[in-house]
């Protein structure tokens, strides 16, 4: 059983890709040593901003034991999540063979307004498929992608009935009332999405946070986790992780990434998402101060 509780600030890590559209380890895996280098206490591997939905599970997997050989596995959380139960046990069942802190899992997101009890046999199905490989499980709630929210309620049954394997939950509504309900569940930790709301994290019980802009702003996000009452720098963060979402977000940050390693390749994305246009690359913001300073 797997015992290291992800906490802090976490980045959820964009996927470097080669000119085919695989992911192209090397880059990646210089990015995940810089973030770690430079604020994050851990990195979510896989998620949305990893394009992983775009991505064959083979592929997932390959990445994932790259990134297990050079990263501490026990400090990074990977993405699993599929509309089909069978390919997100096998994705599980290899983070969990490689040691990662915990899989992060979507609903099956195909199926709209499907009722509780068929996404809890989803869950259900998962837990009793990977029991002898037991990795913490984290719901990851993201409504304006799936369709699809984690009630409370269902969230609090999830972890009665299983509290050995539900852990917790990244948040990506960018409703913090919702997030701190969710964070009242005993013994379940919440990440929001958002790197300013770790200003919050001591009164609404988060446990840090999983974010695409930590990709550049890990740095400020780490002073911030520390010291979250330090006057201006939530506002800061804020300003940051705006200027970065007025591009669309994923080609965004990762046209960034691609200009603070000067690697242009990283700014690879694969359909349906598109590449910046001149004006929206113009658009961009310059890298946040501190993250541009060498690690």
């Known amino acids: 059983m797997i015992t290291t509780k992800p906490r ?29 280098e430079n604020g994050c206490d851990g990195l979510n591997l896989l ?69 509780e009890a068929g996404l809890y046999a989803f869950f259900e199905g998962l837990i009793e498929a990977t029991a002898d490989r037991p990795i913490p499980i984290y719901l990851y709630n993201f409504p304006q992608m799936t369709r699809l929210r984690f009630a409370p309620g269902f969230a609090a049954w999830l972890k009665a009935s299983f509290p050995d394997r539900i852990a917790g939950a990244k948040d990506s509504s960018g409703d913090l009332d919702y997030a701190a309900e969710l964070a009242r569940i005993r013994g379940f930790a919440v990440f929001p999405s958002d790197e300013a709301a770790l200003a919050q994290a001591p009164a609404r019980g988060f446990a840090g946070c999983i974010s695409a802009t930590v990709n550049l702003t890990a740095p400020l996000a780490q002073k911030l986790w520390r010291t979250p009452a330090e006057p201006g720098l939530a506002e800061e963060l804020g300003r940051h992780r705006r200027a970065i979402a007025a591009t669309p977000l994923i080609p965004g940050v990762k046209a960034l990434v691609a200009r603070l390693h000067d690697a242009p390749g990283y700014a690879r994305v694969l359909p349906p998402l598109a590449p910046l246009t001149k004006d929206q690359a113009q658009a961009l913001p310059a890298l946040p101060s501190r993250a541009a300073e060498p690690a």
């Open 8 to 36: 802090g600030v976490i980045a959820a890590i964009a996927t470097a890709l080669t000119e085919d559209g695989r992911p192209d380890h090397a880059p990646t895996l210089r990015h995940a040593h810089w973030l770690m």
């Open 47 to 115: 998620g949305t901003t990893g394009e992983a939905s775009s991505l064959p599970a083979a592929d997932r997997m390959a990445l994932m034991s790259a990134m297990a050989g050079e990263i501490a596995p026990a400090r990074m959380m990977v993405g699993t999540g599929c509309p089909d139960l069978a390919t997100t046990v096998a994705l599980t069942r290899h983070a969990a063979d490689l040691g990662f802190a915990g899989a992060l899992v979507l609903p099956p997101y195909y199926y709209k307004g499907v009722d």
